[in-house]
């Protein structure tokens, strides 16, 4: 089964309004979590890394303060696009990390992905 | 950073045919992992595979660490099989973030 969960699967919402997409690990607490964003027939490029406890620390070209990141608890990471437009329609995914010390012997967990449209 | 070179970019072959997909990468990694991403958009992770063979039915995938390439085989391809096939990487002196090739699409004809 799913060991991490991303909700919403889809939005479809006016220009100008906020939209939070939620990613949990089910199955292990992560300590980082990762954001990514993918465009019509591209690949997937990271965002943002989230750092329960912290600050997230962001991707050269990633507007912070359009793209929050809160990760508050050590299963829940969440991405707000804020006063969204029409170019921030895209694909969103999230990836979840297990524990630093077991990092090396652990593939990441990806959610199945946000499909954000801004009319 | 690290670059990731995927190839080749598109590919078509006919049902039951065999194929290989490379996977270029500039440095050291300690992760290397080969996902599907179905038309739904989901990564399905096929393997973690940081160095030597692994094998899953069908698929089968072999990363030379000291060469910097990983190649997944896909044999007797059926046309579910159909999709976008990404390698993504991370190495030892980073925070685990994995950095993606740029794909190789895939179509499977009956």
């Known amino acids: 089964g799913a060991v991490v969960s991303q909700h919403p699967s889809r939005v479809i919402c006016k220009s100008g309004t906020s939209v939070k997409i939620e990613c949990r690990s089910l199955d292990f607490q992560a300590t980082t979590m990762f954001w990514y964003r993918q465009f019509p027939k591209k690949s997937l490029m990271l965002m943002a890394t989230s750092n329960e406890g912290s600050k997230a620390t962001y991707e050269q070209g990633v507007e912070k303060d359009k793209f929050l990141i809160n990760h508050a608890s050590l299963t829940l990471s969440t991405l707000t696009v804020t006063s969204a437009h029409p170019e921030d329609s895209s694909f969103y995914i999230c990836?979840?990390?297990?524990?630093?010390?077991?990092?090396?012997?652990?593939?990441?967990?990806f959610g199945d992905g946000t499909r954000l449209s801004i009319l | 950073g690290i670059q990731v070179e995927q190839s080749p970019p598109d590919l078509i072959l006919q049902e039951g045919a065999n194929s290989t997909l490379r996977c270029n990468f500039s440095d050291s990694v300690n992760n290397l992992q080969w996902f599907h991403q179905n038309p739904w958009g989901q990564l399905i992770n096929l393997f973690y595979?940081?160095?030597g063979t692994k094998q899953n039915g069908r698929l089968s995938a072999t990363t030379v660490a000291t060469e910097r390439y990983s190649l997944l085989y896909i044999s007797s391809s059926q046309t579910t099989d159909s999709g976008v096939y990404f390698c993504?990487?991370?190495?030892?002196?980073?925070?685990?973030?994995?950095?993606f090739g740029q794909g190789t699409t895939l179509q499977v004809k009956p």
């Open positions: 993504a990487v991370s190495w030892s002196s980073n925070t685990g973030k994995l950095i």
């Open positions: 990836s979840a990390s297990p524990p630093r010390h077991l990092r090396g012997n652990q593939p990441q967990h």
């Open positions: 595979i940081p160095s």
